[in-house]
């Protein structure tokens, strides 16, 4: 239909203009976008850098001056920093612990051929999709000691006491760190899903016709297809657990005492509440290094 | 895939209370929002009548309307920035060879992966420096960090799946690549720029930490800041606050739900590529 059109005209050869648009054209269409990412990401991460080297405490020192290494030998000594630090790797581990352990199970239910299954798929990316906000004060509901649904199982389980869990260090830790987990884990469902359908059912059929058990060919078949995705996925969830900050502030405010302070929460108050802009960025930079030191490893999990 | 009738109907029960279990925090916010006061108060699991004086007090709050309005103001422009910037990378990505395309690619993929919490402090003091604080051009620019990277893939998908056939005979025929792009490929592409589209405001609309760091003037909060205020610590009720949060998290999850196959994909192309 497009040959129908009327030619105006004809591709003959072309000119030496023409060839020079013919080149730049790609770059130009792609610079818009080149042009804002780097002014969302590389521009702040390079400032960063900078900012980390300056002595810059809004109540002491109120312009920026360069420091050296003032703002990492203080993190170095910061003891709460640390905690914190020690606190987010606990947190991140049982983030991607719980994701998995809810993925697992129901990504296996879900791939089947059911209208059940179907709907299900669908429907279990609402809690992913459901804003932080409104999921931190929805929690906040269920675990509140006077009206709290969950609270109330809670407490008749003996898990809680008259108090909601938020109000205890450990229990705040672990309700926020379950939380996590449940909100995160459709998206590991929906990968693991794709992974499932993509194994041949050949693949089972062979392994039934030489004797092999429904244990024996989850153990041998479906574990080893789906196991690089739920190493990458993995590791892409744990590093957006790694830098998590709403569902803890909204839920916690880093509290109970310290002990749902994580290191998103340690940077935002150093900026917000303590005045330092220059320590926030060197924490920043020392946990990016940190991470990605981190993912490399966890990359190494892959099967080749 | 296997087994007999009952076993697929034991699995479908399976599947059902599961899903009821991950849903049960949803449903309880909706619950409370139609609930009367003494309800919560009670704990009643179901309504006694259902209401929507919560839904009135909520939007008879003060702000929550400019709230809103500020809301869509910030999730429709970036959402048609973020569009209107991935469409052309996304189709110089997928259709041509150049140097530097491997870089690009990587640039992209690493704005998505990187988190906020990372470039927070940079972000907040050039913000600032720029005098840019509570204002909406802010959010509007940083929130295309949101979704930008992800509209690029899903967009590129796209192209990638359309023959260049159709292309080459429009060239041939004397229409000028611009020409092409514009009567060829956005034509077809339309429903994957609705679907990214759609996306980024979903980001934007829902998001927080941002938000809470760059606005702090009532009569440019977003939607998630106004929610928080709704904490009245004099004439405080969760039936309000559910309410407040039915309103804001249902566009987000229907928009999604109804897009939910085209974006799918692309989220995951751009997880599995990192």
Redesign the interface.
Known sequence: M??T?T?????GNPSPARLLA?RI???G??A???V???A??????L??IW?SFQDWYLLRQPTPAFGGLINFVALFNDGALWSAVLRTWIWTIGTVFVEIA?AV??AL??N???A??RT?S??????W???????G???R??L?S?????H?LLETLGIAGTNSVLTDPAGALAAVTFISG?KG?P?MV??LL?ALKSIP?EL?EAAEADGAGPFARFRHITVPSVWN?VV??G??LG??A?????LV??MTKGGPQDATTI??IS??KA??LDLR?AY??AI?VV??VGLLVASLLVLQLRRV | MRGGRSASFLLDGLTGVLLFLLLFPVIWIFLGSIKPDPDIMAANPWPTRVTFENYIAVFNKEGFLVALRNSLIVGLSSAIITTALAAPAAYSLSRFDYRGKAAVNLLILGTQTLPVVAVLVPIVVIVRNLGLTNTLTALIFTHLALGLPIAVWVLKGYIDAIPRDLEEAALVDGCGRFEVMVRVMLPLLKPALVAVGTFAFVLSWGEYLLALSLVSKSDVRTLPLALQTLFDPYQFSWGTVMAGGVVIALPAVLLFLVFRKQLVGGLLAGAVKG
């Open positions: 497009v040959r059109l030619l105006t005209e004809r591709a013919e054209l790609p770059y269409m792609v818009p976008a080149v804002v990412a780097a969302i990401a590389v521009v702040p991460l400032y960063q900012l809810i199970p129901v239910l879900l089947r051929e059911t059940m299954a299900a669908a429907l279990i990316l609402v809690p999709v459901t804003p932080f906000i409104v999921v004060f929805g929690w509901f269920l509140d006077d009206v709290g649904a969950v109330f449940w884990a998206f929906i990968a794709a059912d089972y995705t990458v996925v590791l892409v590093i957006l790694f830098y998590s900050f709403d502030w909204i290191i998103g940077i935002y900026v917000f802009p926030a960025a920043s946990m990016l």
